[in-house]
Nanobody, 117 residues
């Protein structure tokens, strides 16, 4: 199993980014997937998850209305579109594979998002 995130970077407040997570080594279309982040000096924060078909999505209150999770099962890729970014969105963003009961069993290496003027 391999998960590789990309798309992070430095963006000004109010800007947008789209993160990608390329999955391999398992049947991507069979698994729910998560985005989780970790801000500097803080613990892990769940951001969003999506069911295996892409028809059901869930968000943390802190990002609801600003972030959009999606997936392309034909490309084995998970996405996170982030709009109206705030400095408090600065974090290392991970994608993770769901193993049931809200837990994740495989994680990527993370991609850094920094929101600053």
């Amino acid at each position: 199993v391999q998960l590789v995130e990309s798309g992070g970077g430095l963006v000004q407040p109010g800007g947008s980014l789209r993160l990608s997570c390329a999955a391999s080594g398992f049947t991507f279309s069979s698994y729910w997937m998560h985005w989780v982040r970790q801000a500097p000096g803080k613990g892990l924060e769940w951001v969003s998850h999506i069911n295996n078909g892409g028809g059901a999505t869930y968000y943390a209150d802190s990002v609801k209305g600003r972030f959009t999770i999606s997936r392309d099962n034909a490309k084995n890729t998970l996405y996170l579109r982030m709009d109206s970014l705030k400095p408090e969105d600065t974090a290392l963003y991970y994608c993770a594979r769901d193993m049931g009961a809200g837990l994740a069993d495989y994680w990527g290496q993370g991609t850094q998002v920094t929101v600053s003027s």
